[in-house]
């Protein structure tokens, strides 16, 4: 059975950190490029970041950009995004995704999401 299961959303300050992490059952997480997106109230959804199988690059959205870090561990088959100085602006939904190829990192190329976990930043 497949799964994919966030955790580490939540409440945060201004200038605060979250980690979020994803853990994949089911299905190797090595055999795919991992993303991370989001989606803010009434906007659509965007990439945040993403590693790509073939090479090991990894791309970032240009809002997560020097602030945000992304990494994987295959032997535990669980992604992880590290949120640094959070912004109002980052207050979203957050989905991990795997796309199985070694290199497209789009919406449309992902076959596994995550549920969704929210982040809040809030004064």
């Known amino acids: 059975q497949v799964q994919f299961v966030e955790s580490g959303g939540g409440s945060v300050q201004p200038g605060g950190s979250l980690r979020l992490s994803c853990a994949a059952s089911?299905?190797?997480?090595?055999?795919?490029?991992i993303g991370w997106f989001r989606q803010a109230p009434g906007k659509e959804r965007e990439k945040v970041s993403c590693?790509?199988?073939?090479?090991?690059?990894?791309e970032f959205g240009p809002s997560a950009k020097g602030r945000f870090t992304t990494s994987r561990d295959n032997a535990k088959n669980i992604m992880y995004l590290q949120m640094n100085d959070l912004e109002l602006e980052d207050t979203a939904t957050y989905y991990c995704a795997a796309a199985p190829s070694g290199y497209e990192c789009y919406e449309l190329a992902m076959h596994y999401w995550g549920e969704g976990t929210l982040v809040t930043v809030s004064p």
């Open positions: 089911g299905f190797d997480l090595g055999d795919y490029s």
């Open positions: 590693i790509h199988r073939d090479d090991g690059t990894i």
